[in-house]
């Protein structure tokens, strides 16, 4: 009588986060998603370490959170994880103002964005 089980939306090798609500554009958050990209986890979490952009700290987390869903709820070994992919998106945007000259009204828009990281597990070629 019950309901079936969902089933899962990424891949038996594979781990996913999603951080949501990140006071940044979606195009700066790209910049940053797009440096680790296709990289080996450990390599990532180095070049976010050391990186200067601000966000890069949240990236980081995002990360790190998909690292750990992959060894505690699939199973999956650390060393031979890649980031699969890192995408992002567009969230609210927070309409402010400020009063310029000759009555006029200067807009200013301050938007959120949300992003995805999967990890997946590769054999290491011999």
Known sequence: MSKDKNPRRV???EAMAKLRMLRTSPQKLNLV???IRGKKVDKALT?????KKRIAQDVKKCLQSA???AENNHQLDVDELVVAEAYVGKNLVMKRGRPRA???YGKIMKPFSELTIKVRQVEEQA
């Open 33 to 35: 998603a797009a440096m």
């Open 47 to 51: 070049d976010l370490t050391f990186s």
């Open 11 to 13: 891949a038996d090798n």
């Open 102 to 104: 000759r009555g006029r």
């Open 67 to 69: 690292i750990a869903n």
